[in-house]
């Protein structure tokens, strides 16, 4: 260990417990890895999610964090892949998402996706670290390049695999000792709703479509949705003719606006 490798260390034990701990994790690994912003997330099963870290630099405005916090968050792969229990790691988005994510309205909106670059619609490559604290709560950091930078490249991703040990331990100490409360609950294990997705559309869908709306809105397509469900896609493409005749639409944007719409509301 060098003298800057102990130094970074030193700053990182330093930052456990204050708003520092992100920015300290990123020097140490922007000292290998280029990336243009960052951020880390607390995640946890139907609560909003909660910003420790805003590496964003000033590029997203504060509603974009305000709306993602309180719902554009359910759409994100790193959220739903904590939520099942994804194995830690370090993981790009792409291997996450589902087959339609990036061609879904939450992965071209900049109303609620900060991890997008400041050409409207463009996305960054975008690569985490997950790290699981409890069942249904996780820490995500992730690191995003601009698109017009290439994606990270697998020597990157291998110094990153190197230093997950620091991240992960840092994250979760900073987690055990200053951010889990007495309030920390688990969900109840059959929940597969969040309450954003309950009482969006509330009276209008039955639960089974409320979640095919849930997998619709997360870049699931009709193929995707019919594995996850054990059904043929036929079903599928039945059950989403019906949801759209309830609500009166016609393609999944209009049911992404009609999303959008909730969570400003509910933001008021």
């Known amino acids: 260990m ?36 960052s951020c880390a997330y607390l995640f946890r099963f139907d609560r909003n999610a909660e910003l420790l870290h805003d590496g964003y630099n000033g590029l997203v405005s504060p509603a974009t964090l305000e709306g993602y916090s309180r719902g554009g968050y359910l759409l994100d792969p790193f959220y739903v892949a904590s939520m099942n229990q994804h194995p830690a790691g370090v993981w790009r988005m792409s291997e996450l998402a589902p087959d339609s994510f990036f061609s879904s309205g939450f992965a071209i909106s900049r109303d609620i996706h900060p991890c997008v670059s400041s050409s409207h619609g463009t996305l960054v490559e975008e690569i985490g670290y997950i790290v699981p604290l409890q069942p249904q ?14 994606p990270f490249e697998a020597a990157e991703v291998r110094r990153l695999e190197a230093l997950a040990p620091i991240v992960s331990s840092a994250l979760e100490l900073h987690w055990r000792v200053f951010l889990k409360g007495p309030d920390a609950t688990l969900a109840s294990p059959e929940s597969k709703l969040e309450s954003a997705f309950v009482n969006f559309l509330q009276g209008q869908l039955t639960d089974a479509q409320r979640y095919i709306a849930k997998l619709i809105l997360q870049g699931h397509s009709n193929a995707s949705i019919a594995r996850l469900l054990g059904i043929s896609e036929g079903t599928v493409k039945v059950h989403k003719h019906n949801i759209y005749q309830r609500l009166e639409i016609s393609s999944n944007s209009d049911l992404f606006r009609l999303f959008i719409g909730y969570i400003a509301k509910s933001a008021r």
Request: proline share 0%; with cysteine.
């Open 137 to 150: 709560t996780a820490i995500v950091l992730s690191l995003m390049k601009a698109e017009n930078q290439g």
């Open 2 to 37: 060098n003298s800057q490798d102990a130094k970074d260390m030193a700053d990182i034990i330093a930052a456990v417990g204050t708003e520092k701990l992100g920015h300290s994790l990123c020097s140490l690994l922007s000292r290998d890895i280029g990336f243009d912003m």
